[in-house]
C-alpha cells in the first residue's frame, strides 16, 4: 500500500532551519516527480517546491526562494525540504505529495496523486 509519511516539523525561532523528510513506501519514488506544499490556517494550499524523478530539476515558490531546498534520496525512498532562515509566515502544516504523471504545472495540487498527512511548522519567538 502506497503511503507517504512526513516527519521533521516543530516550533523553531524566526531565522532557524528545520529539515522535513517525506518518506515513501509501498512503490519506488525513482519515477516520479515530487512536491512540497503548506497550508496555513485560514489560507489555501499552495506549492512551495518540486523535484523531477531524476532530481535534475526542480522548482522553488518565490516566497521561500533561496531559503528552501528540495532534494530526494532515490536510494532511501525520501525527499527532503531543507528550510533555512524561516519567518513567521512560513507557519504552516507542510505536506509531500507524489504526481505518477509529469506535472504540467507543478504548483497545482491537481498534478499530484497521493498525499501524505503532514507535519505543523510553527515559527515563533
Known amino acids: 500500500q502506497l503511503q507517504l509519511v512526513e516527519s521533521g516539523g516543530g516550533l523553531v525561532q524566526p531565522g532557524g532551519s528545520l529539515r522535513l523528510s517525506c518518506a515513501v513506501s509501498g512503490f519506488t519514488l525513482d519515477y516520479y516527480h515530487i512536491g512540497w506544499f503548506r497550508q496555513a490556517p485560514g489560507k489555501e494550499r499552495e506549492g512551495v517546491s518540486c523535484?523531477?524523478?531524476?532530481?535534475?530539476?526542480?522548482k522553488v515558490a518565490d516566497s521561500v526562494k533561496g531559503r528552501f531546498t528540495i532534494s530526494r534520496d532515490n536510494a532511501k525512498n525520501t525527499v527532503y525540504l531543507q528550510m533555512n532562515s524561516l519567518k513567521f509566515e512560513d507557519t504552516a502544516v507542510y505536506y509531500c505529495?507524489?504526481?505518477?504523471?509529469?506535472?504540467?504545472?507543478?504548483?497545482?495540487?491537481?498534478?499530484?496523486?497521493?498525499w501524505g498527512q503532514g507535519t505543523q511548522v510553527t515559527v515563533s519567538s
Open positions: 505529495a507524489v504526481a505518477t504523471r509529469v506535472p504540467g504545472i507543478w504548483y497545482m495540487q491537481q498534478a499530484y496523486d497521493y
Open positions: 523535484i523531477s524523478s531524476s532530481g535534475g530539476s526542480t
